[in-house]
Structure formats: structure tokens, C-alpha cells
């Protein structure tokens, strides 16, 4: 199912960040029993499972709202990798641990913005899971800032390492903030948020916490997108695999 096949414009909106949720979630699910610290192995598991618990509600709506009989597993489960439509940044491999914090950084202090503007979607049911997920989003961005102060402000390698990752993974924040036909337009119907409004607070809260870690803001732009409509990188194929194996071995099973 690719935006341009949805058969309501709405449920292809509702999915993209039900599958930006989705994807994290599977990513962070990565580090179960790899963190550097018992504490962290814990604390990583509990932020997938809020990003898997946020995915379950959009995906479940935007199932709800397509009408077709499909369910949030069969949307998670039943996909292709070109029928996906999270942002590239979600889907990047976690690398070191510095990697993995710079990616939650900037996402994390993307969706802070975003929910706060999505809890106020005239979809009803949009709102009441942007709200919930906004507290979230917060605890998320106090624990990611948290790891970017420590390693940035650290030892030479540990800042060393930190400044890699946030160049890293800088190229694909663009994508967030880039507004196309489909986010106009639920814009314009009071459903969808103005995204690229959402740039200049995100860049305040990102901006703020590298000034802490004593780390520089990459210099290029950011440059590399396309996962809104459906075109990724060899990345995302792999996690899918991962992810779907058991229901693709076994379609329809139940437990």
C-alpha cells in the first residue's frame, strides 16, 4: 500500500508516523541486552515499548479509517518495504551507543513538537493519541539529552564519538520538516500539523543541548529523504525481515 493506493488520504497520513513509531521501536528493540549498562539495557526497552505502544494505536486507526478490513498487525506485518512511509532517520542502523542517542536527539526533539500540534488535529482520535504521546516524547528527550551531555562533555573519545554520530545521522532531519502535497492538505483540513513550522522550536531545543554537550551543529544541510514515499535505503529491507519473518513463515497464525 503506497500513499498514492490509500484509500483515504487521512489513513495514509495517520500511517507515516505510525510507522516512524513502528520502525523506532523495532530499532531500539536492538539493544536489549547490548547497552552499556544494565540501567540502560532497561530504560531502552521501556522507550521501544512507548514508541511500539504509539505505533499500535496509529496503526490501528489508520486501519480504522481506510475501512478494509485490515488490522494494525496486518499493517505492520503485511507490508513491503516500499509500502513503509517513515522518515529515513528512524530506520538508520543504531551503530555505537553515541550513534544511537544522537538519532533519538533529534527525533526525540522533533516529536515533542509534533504531538503538541497533532493533540490539537480536529481528528479526535489523532488528538487523544498525540496528547498521551507527547508526555512521552518529553521523557524520551530528558533521556537522550541526558547521554548527549555526558558523552559530548566527556572523555576525548567518548566527545570523539558523539560528534560522529550527530554528523551522522544530521543528514536526515530535513525530511521531517519538508511539507509535500498530502501534509498540505490535512494541514489545511485542521488534521495534519505545519511542519515546517515545527523547524524553528526543534532547532532551539537541539540547539540548546549541543551548546551543553560542548559539540558543534553539523555544518551541511541536511540532505537525504524519500522514505514518506515509500523509497528507503537497504536498511529498512533488513529490519522488515527481522520484523515479519514469523508472519510471513506463518501467515494468519494466532498464539
Known amino acids: 500500500m503506497t500513499q498514492a493506493t490509500v484509500t483515504d488520504r487521512r489513513a495514509g497520513y495517520v500511517l507515516r508516523h505510525g ?6 521501536a523495532q530499532r531500539l528493540s536492538e539493544w536489549v541486552s547490548r547497552a552499556p549498562e544494565l540501567e540502560e539495557d532497561i530504560a531502552l526497552a521501556n522507550t521501544a515499548l ?3 505502544g504509539v ?3 496509529l496503526l490501528g486507526h489508520a486501519a480504522a479509517v481506510e ?11 503485511g507490508r513491503t518495504e516500499r509500502q513503509f512511509l517513515n522518515a529515513v532517520i528512524v530506520e538508520q542502523p543504531n551503530g555505537d551507543f553515541a550513534q544511537t542517542m544522537a538519532r533519538q536527539l533529534l527525533f526525540d526533539a522533533y516529536q515533542i513538537s509534533l504531538w503538541e500540534a ?3 488535529s480536529a481528528d479526535d ?3 487523544g493519541i498525540a496528547e498521551k504521546a507527547a508526555k512521552e516524547a518529553a521523557y524520551h528527550f530528558r533521556h537522550s539529552s541526558a547521554w548527549v551531555v555526558r558523552l559530548g562533555d566527556g572523555t576525548e573519545q567518548s566527545s570523539a564519538r558523539m560528534q560522529r554520530g550527530l554528523d551522522r545521522m544530521w543528514r536526515f532531519t530535513g525530511e521531517l520538516f519538508a511539507m509535500d502535497d498530502l501534509d498540505a492538505e490535512m494541514h489545511a483540513a485542521g488534521i495534519g500539523a505545519d511542519l515546517a513550522a515545527l523547524r524553528s522550536p526543534w532547532l532551539a531545543r537541539v540547539s540548546a543541548i549541543v551548546d551543553e554537550a560542548a559539540l558543534e551543529l553539523p555544518a551541511d544541510a541536511p540532505q537525504r529523504g524519500g522514505g514518506r514515499s515509500g523509497n528507503h535505503g ?3 529491507g533488513h529490519l522488515l525481515a527481522e520484523m515479519q519473518w514469523v508472519q510471513r513463515t506463518y501467515p494468519g497464525l494466532q498464539w
Open 67 to 77: 475501512g478494509d478490513g485490515r488490522s494494525d498487525d496486518d499493517l505492520a506485518f
Open 19 to 24: 510507522d516512524d513509531n513502528l520502525v523506532l
Open 50 to 52: 512507548d514508541h511500539l
Open 118 to 120: 497533532l493533540s490539537r
Open 55 to 57: 505505533a499500535t494505536h
Open 125 to 127: 482520535v489523532l488528538a
Open 234 to 236: 537497504e536498511d529498512l
